[in-house]
Every structure is written in structure tokens, then in C-alpha cells.
């Protein structure tokens, strides 16, 4: 069956420095794959979505890398700040509107 | 400029009563999902309504659930004869068209408690 994986552990960095959360997917073949920000009592919030066929998509700090091969993604802040602790959802989807969605990893940022 | 809301934001209810959730959708907004999301969880895709398209029910988890979308725009989540493994966040997440590289407007959610 289709699986994504996200690390459940939360990522606990130091202001200043690059956090990088990782998703893993078996049994799937998404042309696109979405990552979203979501605070405590909130709707997730959309970030950044690549395709399958780009390597690397950037907006402001962030970067996406889409791995096809490895069936990975990866998610790069940098320069991280507190305010950027939450939960980050990457989410697939291949032909069709039905996003997929990982449980996601907590960020969090200590000043 | 108002995003997707829902309400009510929290419900507490009774083992066995029925609720119903709603929700309003962006403005113009032909697309229309609901998740549902367990403590620790992702998203669960429940339904999906698009213009006046038959709606995909494929993730709802019993009949218990069902949901409408009236005129196009306000949707309706209903669960009858709540159990206490109902219990969990109902997100509303509405989109401009269908189209797989559309990105999904979340409401707040609706935190369900059923004791």
C-alpha cells in the first residue's frame, strides 16, 4: 500500500541554523509533492509545491529537493528563526486532486 | 479577503447523538475537501466536491458519515451515531479548480470530542 513517511521525532535546532525534515514514500509515483506548515490548533498552511520533474524549488528560505530515484524529499530551512517552530506535512499526489499527506515532523527552534 | 472558515470550532458530544460540521469555502472556490486529522496523525482525505460534479466519497469511513455542499459553496459534514473513535479534528480545505498542482486553503478545523 501507498506509504509516506515523515520522522515522528521532533527536529530540535539552534536559531541560526538549517533544519532539514525529511519525507519518504513506498509504493507511489506522485507528480507532485507539496509542503505545508501547520500551528497547533490551525489548518495546515500551504508552502511550496514541486514537481517530479524539477530537481529543486527555493521561495525566500526555504528549499525543496524531489528525488524520484531515492522516492525522498527533503525540506531545508535556512538561517532558521522560533517563529519557524511547527509541524511541517509534506503531502503527494499523482495524476488526480487527492493530496496525500504524511503525519508530519515538529520543528522546533530554540532561540 | 476571508479565508475558509468552520464551525463550530469545538464540539463536544455524547456517544451515539449526531452532529454536523460546516463549512464555507473561499469565495469562488469550485473545489471543496474535507480531512479529518487524529491527535499525531496526518491528514485523512474523507470527501471532495467539485462544481456540480458527483462528489468522491471514496475516503468516508462508514455510512455513518456523509456530507453535502449546497448552491456550490457552504458543505455539510455530518456524522451520525457518533462513536468515541470519531474523535478528532475536521479540517475543511477549499481550492480555485481542480487541478493537481493546485494548492488547498485549510479552514481551522473543528475539534471533535465524542465521549
Known amino acids: 500500500s501507498q506509504k509516506i513517511e515523515q520522522n515522528s521525532e521532533a527536529l530540535n535546532i539552534q536559531e541560526g541554523k538549517t533544519a532539514t525534515l525529511t519525507c519518504n514514500y513506498t509504493?507511489?509515483?506522485?507528480?507532485?509533492l507539496q509542503w505545508y506548515r501547520q500551528d497547533p490548533g490551525r489548518g495546515p498552511v500551504f508552502l511550496l509545491l514541486i514537481r517530479e520533474n524539477e530537481k529543486e524549488k527555493r521561495k525566500e528560505r526555504l528549499k525543496v529537493t524531489f528525488d524520484t530515484t531515492l522516492k525522498q524529499s527533503l525540506f531545508h530551512i535556512t538561517a532558521s528563526q522560533p517563529a519557524d517552530s511547527a509541524t511541517y506535512l509534506c503531502a503527494l499526489t499523482d495524476s488526480s486532486y487527492k493530496l496525500i499527506f504524511g503525519s508530519g515532523t515538529r520543528l522546533l527552534v530554540r532561540p | 479577503g476571508a479565508g475558509v472558515s468552520q464551525s463550530p470550532s469545538n464540539k463536544v458530544t455524547e456517544k451515539g447523538k449526531d452532529v454536523e460540521l460546516r463549512c464555507d469555502p473561499i469565495s469562488g472556490h469550485t473545489a471543496l475537501y474535507w480531512y479529518r486529522q487524529s491527535l499525531g496523525q496526518g491528514l485523512e482525505f474523507l470527501i471532495y466536491f467539485q462544481g456540480n460534479s458527483a462528489p468522491d466519497k471514496s475516503g468516508l469511513p462508514s455510512d455513518r458519515f456523509s456530507a453535502e455542499r449546497t448552491g456550490g459553496s457552504v458543505s455539510t459534514l455530518t456524522i451520525q451515531r457518533t462513536q468515541q473513535e470519531d474523535s478528532a479534528v475536521y479540517l475543511c480545505a477549499s481550492s480555485p479548480q481542480t487541478g493537481v498542482q493546485e494548492t488547498q486553503y485549510f479552514g481551522p478545523g473543528t475539534r471533535l470530542l465524542v465521549l
Open positions: 509504493n507511489y509515483s506522485p507528480a507532485y
